[in-house]
């Protein structure tokens, strides 16, 4: 699957997400993205989302 660019107007939505405490899952719902994209670019703009699953081994 091609990854499509992320917008100026994508980027401000994840920091407003991830400023108001948003779950990673819930980020990736709203902006229509997969887990994996929220958290490589929440990386690259310096950004924290936690995860609502948490992992048990």
């Known amino acids: 699957m091609a990854r499509k ?4 107007k994508e980027d401000r939505r ?7 405490s948003a779950s990673l899952e819930e980020a990736a719902r709203q902006l ?11 990386l690259r ?6 995860s609502k699953a948490t992992k048990k081994g």
Do not use: H, Q, T, V
Request: glycine letters at 8%.
């Open 14 to 20: 994840l920091m407003e997400l991830a400023k108001s």
């Open 32 to 42: 229509g993205r997969s887990p994996d994209a929220i958290k490589r670019m929440a």
């Open 45 to 50: 703009l310096g950004l924290s989302l936690k």
């Open 5 to 8: 660019p992320w917008s100026f």
